[in-house]
């Protein structure tokens, strides 16, 4: 499995702006981003997820993060990155625009600290996060999650294992 960048917020400030800022604006109401959140966190609850979205003060951009992921791909840790930088993110409220975060974070995971140093400094795996919005234009990808099987099966949004067994299944000719 690879993971690939897509930002849901591509003009989204280096800084990341206030989270409630940005949820009453994309949703209409801090009411009903609150609402949208209580669903996810049950659904977490039931997969022994703890969302803790009210500790979360900003919505981060998240260029540096993909930035990051494209790199501990390369090292053979990038699942443990993504998952590392999801808890921070999700679980911890932690501000995953802000480089010292990202790089505790990363190098927790198991990235190494200079390398992950090197990239930030550096504008190394912007070229990956533009072939990565060719792709989601090929595949027509509007949301997360987005999973492409075997580069011809596309699943949007959270999947039961029966969709994505089928899934498998089709991408590989069985029944």
Request: glycine content about 6%.
């Amino acid at each position: 499995m690879n993971w690939f960048p897509f930002q849901l917020n591509p003009t989204m400030p280096k800084e990341g702006i206030s989270r409630r800022e940005y949820r009453i604006t994309k949703f209409g109401s801090w009411e009903r981003s609150q609402e949208l959140d209580a669903r996810v966190m049950a659904v977490g609850k039931d997969e022994g997820i703890d969302f803790r979205f009210d500790r979360i003060e900003r919505t981060p951009n998240t260029v540096s993060a993909h930035r990051l992921i494209w790199l501990a791909d390369q090292h053979e840790c990038q699942d443990a990155v993504v998952e590392a930088l999801f808890r921070a993110y999700f679980t911890e409220g932690r501000d995953i625009s802000d480089q010292r975060t990202l790089l505790e974070v990363v190098v927790k995971a198991g990235l190494n600290r200079q390398k992950a140093t090197a990239l930030l400094n550096s504008d190394e795996g912007m070229e990956a996060i533009k072939e990565a919005e060719g792709l989601s234009r090929q595949h027509r990808v509007d949301g997360v999650p987005f999973f492409v099987i075997n580069e011809k099966i596309t699943l949007s949004g959270a999947q039961t294992p029966d969709v994505f067994l089928a899934a498998f299944h089709q991408a590989l000719g069985t029944s």
